[in-house]
C-alpha cells in the first residue's frame, strides 16, 4: 500500500505559475513510475505528465512547452511545474504512483484559473 499527498492547488490568474507536489509513503527508488492526471468538471481523466524511476518523461500535448514533470527518489516526490496557466487547466490534479505493479492514488488537488 502506498499513500500519496498531493499539495501546492489553488486559484490563480491566467498566465502565472503554480507547482504541485505529490509526496509517497514508499520510498522513491521503488516505484516505477510517478505521474500527474486531471479531471475537469464533466471530462474523463486525462494522463497530463509521467516520470519513470530510469529517467524517462511524458508530458501531454495539451501541455508541452508550459509544463515540468520532476522527480526526486531520495525525497519520494514528484513535482509539477505549471507555467503559462490558461483556464483550460482548471481541474483537479492527481497523483500516481505505480508500485509493484499496482498503482495508487492520491486524493487530489484543485487548480483553478480564471481569466
Known amino acids: 500500500q502506498v499513500r500519496l499527498v498531493e499539495s501546492g492547488g489553488g486559484l490563480v490568474q491566467a498566465g502565472r505559475s503554480l507547482t504541485l507536489s505529490c509526496t509517497a509513503s514508499?520510498?522513491?527508488?521503488?516505484?516505477?513510475?510517478m505521474s500527474w492526471y486531471r479531471q475537469a468538471p464533466e471530462k474523463q481523466r486525462e494522463l497530463v505528465a509521467l516520470?519513470?524511476?530510469?529517467?524517462?518523461?511524458y508530458i501531454a500535448n495539451s501541455v508541452k512547452g508550459r509544463f515540468t514533470i520532476s522527480r526526486d527518489n531520495a525525497k519520494n516526490s514528484v513535482y509539477l511545474q505549471m507555467n503559462a496557466l490558461k483556464p483550460e487547466d482548471t481541474a483537479v490534479y492527481f497523483c500516481?504512483?505505480?508500485?509493484?505493479?499496482?498503482?495508487?492514488w492520491g486524493q487530489g488537488t484543485q487548480v483553478t484559473v480564471s481569466s
Open positions: 514508499e520510498s522513491g527508488f521503488n516505484i516505477a513510475a
Open positions: 500516481n504512483a505505480i508500485f509493484q505493479a499496482k498503482g495508487y
Open positions: 516520470t519513470q524511476r530510469e529517467g524517462a518523461s
